[in-house]
């Protein structure tokens, strides 16, 4: 059968009711609140001192034992702490008559009032009966007191009325332990005095490690952000200079562009003094040899003029001299032609004899007559083409002369032309 327990309220405790707790599971005790509520069959008291897991009770080969699951106040086995605030605690075994607190005393500065802890003195029942095996006195946790003297009598009750020589037996027993209490009173009073100071000297080092995690984690709270910043000022440094090296090499670039231009307009300049200077002087070499030009061309018109009086008179001369060699031509075209014409005929009647001369004898005279009139018919024919010829080459003679007259002209002039554009 499974082990119960009995949680009985103490002096200077917080009010509750006895608790009788069964450990077929392991029992929580805690603050309640939310679904854990406070009853007689649990360990959840409405205390503000307890954590909501402040600790447990377990059993274990027949044994009980308790253990902080890591409280803020502590949890105390016969006013030792067993774990410091936050951590765990190993299993302690507990007794029948052990006392057992939850918590320390907290001022509630607010509301001026102590909240209490709460102080349970511990009963264990094993087969329905009252476990009497009892802590060593060389434990730590060994507290002698009158506790012993309540258990015996509740095995009274339970196992009916007892023997003398069991009640001696439990007397002198009880006389060394009213010995043995006169000799610890003294040394309790200053271990209370200790625990309080050690639980008040935990209190404060619980909350000077709360600050000092609060401390750090602000601490790296602020170095983050401190490396955040610091990152983001080394990445816009990095950003900023680059864009000084960036602006240094195009205002190195457009500072030498500026002097390349500068030294090319300046050589621009100069070379436009020069040409101006040389357009200047051709300028005034070009007037110079317009007026002398102007001035030749002149004496060239005049003498041009002069010329063409003088072609004028030529051409008159010439037209003159060709009709008087038109007349003195004709003149001798027509003795030529008289000649010529004596000499044909002669010629044609020389022709005509012979021709005669071997033509047949039974011609008669009126053949002769007829030859002799169509040989002068042929004379007649042959002086009229005789003279046309001689009228087509006299045209063609005067042709040939007035063509030779304009081509001499048209010499002159041309060479005159050329002249004039080789002087500009």
């Not at 046309?388 to 007259?405: P, V």
């Amino acid at each position: 059968m499974a082990a119960k327990i009995i949680l009985s309220a103490r002096q200077n405790s917080f009010k509750f009711s006895d608790r009788v707790l069964s450990l077929d599971d392991p029992a929580i005790i805690g603050r309640s609140g939310g679904q854990a509520h406070s009853a007689s069959d649990n360990a959840y008291f409405d205390s503000k001192v307890l954590s909501k897991s402040h600790a447990m009770l377990l059993c274990k080969d027949s044994r009980i034992y308790i253990v902080d699951t890591g409280s803020s106040n502590g949890t105390f086995v016969n006013n030792i702490r067993l774990s410091k605030a936050g951590k765990e605690s190993a299993p302690t075994e507990v007794f029948t008559g052990d006392i057992i607190k939850f918590g320390s005393e907290v001022e509630d500065k607010n509301k001026k009032v102590i909240q209490k802890p709460v102080v349970a003195k511990i009963t264990i029942f094993k087969e329905d009966r009252v476990e009497t095996r009892e802590r060593t006195p060389t434990s730590i946790l060994f507290r002698p007191s009158e506790s012993q003297e309540d258990v015996t009598m509740v095995g009274d009750v339970e196992q009916g009325a007892l023997s003398r020589e069991s009640m001696v037996l439990l007397k002198e027993k009880l006389l060394e332990m009213q010995r043995g209490m006169e000799f610890l009173t003294h040394k309790e009073n200053d271990y209370v005095e200790l625990q309080q100071l050690a639980e008040e000297e935990a209190e404060t080092i619980c909350e000077l490690e709360k600050e000092n995690y609060k401390l750090k984690h602000a601490l790296n709270n602020i170095d983050n952000k401190i490396a955040l910043e610091k990152s983001k000022y080394m990445k816009l440094a990095e950003y900023e200079a680059e864009t000084i090296c960036n602006l240094e090499k195009e205002n190195y670039k457009l500072i030498d562009s500026l002097n390349t231009a500068e030294e090319t307009i300046k050589k621009e300049r100069e070379k436009n003094k020069v040409l101006q200077e040389t357009s200047k002087t051709e300028k005034e070499i070009l007037e110079n040899s317009l007026h002398e030009a102007i001035a030749q061309i002149d004496q060239k018109n005049k003498a041009l003029d002069v010329a063409h009086h003088l072609l004028n008179e030529t051409r008159n001369n010439v037209l003159n001299l060709e009709k008087e060699n038109l007349n003195s031509q004709d003149l001798q075209l027509l003795e030529a032609t008289e000649c010529d014409y004596d000499l044909l005929v002669k010629a044609e009647l020389n022709t005509l004899t012979e021709s005669r001369r071997h033509s047949q004898a039974d011609h008669g005279n009126s053949e002769t007559a007829e030859g002799i009139a169509n040989t002068l018919q042929d004379l007649n024919i042959f002086e009229v083409e005789h003279q046309k010829a001689d009228t087509n080459e006299m045209k063609t003679r005067r042709q040939d002369l007035t063509l030779l007259m304009i081509i001499a002209w048209i010499s002159f002039m041309v060479g005159y032309l050329f002249e004039d554009i080789s002087v500009y």
